[in-house]
């Protein structure tokens, strides 16, 4: 997976040692009320498309960002769906992480899905009735982002290994 100028002059400094960062994800819809998806590179996963905020930027900008150089998607954020520390991941490198993640529920507003850099191996839509296997917690944060009104899920310490 590809590393942030940023990061990477962290990692120069810390090593492998745990990381603590700001980052996004997106739950896209279309028109057709299907959802964006991207098979992760690095573990073979369908996940959600998510990403680590650069220094100077909104989480917003982050989002749109992401998704169009993950998918060539382009979306507009409508609203945040849920606040929470994900559990401490360890990368196939040794790095290791913990993400304090902003989730947002986003709209497509063009663009054609496709595998848009190296950190996926496939990118597509699908029907809610029809998806890939995901995790506990990308199930989770799709809940969210169809629940009605403007509130948003904050996790608490039970909610902290799902």
């Avoid at 009320?33 to 996940?47: F, M, V």
């Avoid at 990308?138 to 902290?160: K, M, N, Q, V, Y």
């Amino acid at each position: 997976m590809p590393i942030s100028p940023y990061l990477h002059s962290l990692r120069e400094v810390v090593g492998h040692r745990l990381l603590l960062l700001p980052g996004v994800t997106a739950v896209v819809f279309d028109d057709e009320q299907r959802l964006l998806l991207g098979q992760r590179a690095d573990n073979g996963r369908w996940s959600l498309i998510a990403g680590v905020m650069d220094p100077g930027e909104q989480p917003a900008e982050t989002v749109v960002r992401e998704v169009y150089e993950e998918t060539a998607v382009h979306v507009v954020p409508e609203r945040i769906t849920s606040v929470f520390t994900q559990p401490p991941n360890t990368y196939p490198n040794g790095d290791r992480t913990e993400y304090v993640d902003i989730t947002f529920r986003c709209r497509a507003a063009g663009g054609e899905a496709r595998v848009n850099d190296d950190e996926s191996l496939a990118v597509g839509w699908f029907r809610l009735a029809d998806l890939p296997p995901i995790g506990d917690l990308t199930r989770r944060r799709i809940e969210c982002a169809l629940e009605p009104g403007t509130a948003a899920w904050f996790g608490t310490p039970a909610d902290r290994h799902p």
